[in-house]
């Protein structure tokens, strides 16, 4: 006997079932008998009950149809052009927004060299441990450290922040993207003994007395530092993130009208969203500080000790530990540049060598030549030096010293202008790997500056109008 699923019968559940023999009373209409007996007797058909066809929706799809039935195909062009257009000095520092930075030591030494902070560089750390801190150039002025920002899971220490003492510089951020530069101005502004710019000085000098709300709105306001911030960026860079805060600014109205209605118990489906933040360390007065731009004050970790760096580091290692389900950091030391310790130096060096010079010069034993020889005024130029300012320099006291003793003769002049040889050698060695170093991480920024989007555009163009574009998607297509 055939299955009610099989005969095409409804369905029937196991209760009524068991419970057909018990009962006395059955309706007549459940199998009514047909008007001629002698017609065969079918039991209804079961159907499965209608259901209204939902068409699946394509916001943006449809999106794309209204736009292109409203919008002309020569604007199209048009607004295209310009949104792939180059940018000019002066479009960037119009432009009042800030866009995301990477965490890349030779830009950001770039952006000290566009500032006016010659005497700042950064340099990538890799490790905590003593041995690893102590290859930094000293002094080390601050840390920058990127980490995986938990939003409102994000443990702020508000028991442990205080209100912003006098002699710490400490901004908020104000807007968007701003949180790398927010890092930096943290740092510069509180480096001691580094010549800044004049544009530097300048907003050093007029915020030097404002709370770090007020300090962090007149950053934002800077056209001078903001253009700089966005130095690398494209005008399709700045189109994405105009886009990306209209769209945050979207979803924050739907959320603020969501509010209003009568929420239905739904599952709420968690949306994952990847966001990095800038924070900096320094030492200041005596105690090393976490300056968190969007925290409200300022966090005094602990006393500098031994080495204000062993204090940040434990620090940074605690946040670490307490983030231990995102793996991705990068840690930046803002360093005093050793270009105008070495230049100093080598500075004092030639000078000694040249009074050797001027004093042994007659004698026939006297073997070497005149230091300003081997160092041109070309080559001094480099070194930002000159021969009048070496000679006018005052001779370093152990030199007079050892030049003063009685045994002290053309021989004794000639091993110590050796010495100064070798010692001139290695200063110089040093010098032009140091300024390598910064020409390297400004060309890098000037290479990432030439913008070949309106030629790529332009090259993509020519083939559509010529029939080959389509060849090359078809061919691409028939390739996968």
């Given amino acids: 006997m055939a299955t009610p699923e099989q005969a095409g019968t409804a369905p029937v559940s196991p209760i009524s079932m068991d419970m057909e023999d018990a009962c006395t009373r059955r309706s007549s209409r459940a199998k009514k008998a047909p008007v001629k007996y002698e017609d065969e007797f079918v039991p209804a058909t079961y159907k499965e009950p209608s259901q209204p066809v939902i068409?699946?929706?394509?916001?943006?799809?449809?999106?794309?149809?209204?736009?292109?039935?409203?919008?002309?195909?020569?604007?199209?062009?048009?607004?295209l052009d310009e949104i792939l257009s180059r940018m000019?000095?002066?479009?960037?520092?119009?432009y009042g927004g800030w866009v995301e930075l990477e965490s890349e030591p030779g830009f950001f030494t770039a952006m000290l060299q566009e500032l006016g902070a010659k005497d700042l560089k950064v340099q990538e750390v890799y490790n905590l441990d003593a041995e690893t801190l102590g290859f930094l150039s000293s002094p080390v002025h601050g840390l920058i450290f990127l980490f995986q920002y938990e939003g409102d899971d994000e443990v702020s220490d508000d028991d442990n922040r205080k209100d912003c003492p006098n002699h710490l510089w400490f901004a908020n951020q104000t807007t968007a993207n701003a949180c790398a530069t927010v890092a930096l101005m943290n740092i510069v502004m509180n480096a001691q003994g580094v010549g800044l710019g004049s544009q530097l000085q300048r907003f050093k000098d007029s915020t030097e007395n404002l709370p770090?709300?007020?300090?962090?709105?007149?950053?934002?306001?800077n056209a001078f530092i903001r253009s700089i911030h966005n130095s690398v960026a494209r005008r399709i860079d700045l189109v994405a993130e105009d886009l990306?805060?209209?769209?945050?600014?979207e979803e924050s109205l739907k959320k603020r009208k969501a509010r209003k209605k009568p929420?239905?118990?739904?599952?709420?489906?968690?949306?994952?969203e990847t966001t990095y933040h800038y924070i900096a360390y320094v030492p200041a007065n005596g105690h090393v500080w976490e300056l968190d731009g969007f925290q409200a004050k300022p966090l005094r970790i602990g006393p500098i000790g031994d080495s204000w760096l062993g204090t940040a580091s434990k620090a940074i290692l605690?946040?670490?530990h307490r983030n231990s389900n995102f793996s991705s950091y990068s840690l930046l030391s803002i360093c005093h540049s050793p270009l105008k310790t070495l230049s100093n130096e080598l500075a004092a060096s030639l000078a000694c060598s040249h009074a050797l010079d001027?004093?042994?010069?007659?004698?026939?034993?006297?073997?070497?030549?005149?230091?300003?020889?081997t160092f041109d005024d070309a080559r001094l130029a480099q070194l930002n030096l000159t021969r009048e300012g070496i000679a006018g320099l005052e001779l370093p006291a152990s030199f007079t010293t050892k030049t003063g003793e009685i045994d002290f003769g053309p021989a004794e002049a000639l091993e110590l202008a050796g010495k100064l040889k070798a010692e001139q050698d290695s200063l110089d060695a040093q010098h032009v790997v140091e300024l390598a170093?910064?020409?390297?991480?400004?060309?890098m920024v000037r290479g990432r500056q030439r913008d070949y989007t309106p030629a790529i555009h332009q090259w993509v163009r020519a083939l559509a109008e010529k029939g080959a574009l389509r060849e090359l998607i078809l061919e691409m297509d028939l390739d996968a």
């Fill in 55 to 79: 068409k699946p929706s394509r916001p943006k799809r449809k999106a794309a149809e209204v736009a292109t039935q409203n919008i002309d195909a020569e604007e199209t062009g048009t607004l």
């Fill in 88 to 94: 000019s000095p002066d479009e960037r520092k119009e």
């Fill in 212 to 221: 770090p709300p007020h300090r962090g709105h007149f950053l934002d306001a």
């Fill in 244 to 249: 990306g805060l209209d769209n945050k600014y």
């Fill in 263 to 272: 929420a239905r118990p739904t599952r709420k489906k968690r949306r994952v």
């Fill in 318 to 320: 605690d946040r670490m």
């Fill in 358 to 373: 001027k004093l042994y010069s007659g004698n026939p034993t006297w073997s070497v030549s005149d230091p300003f020889k």
């Fill in 437 to 443: 170093t910064v020409d390297e991480a400004v060309e």
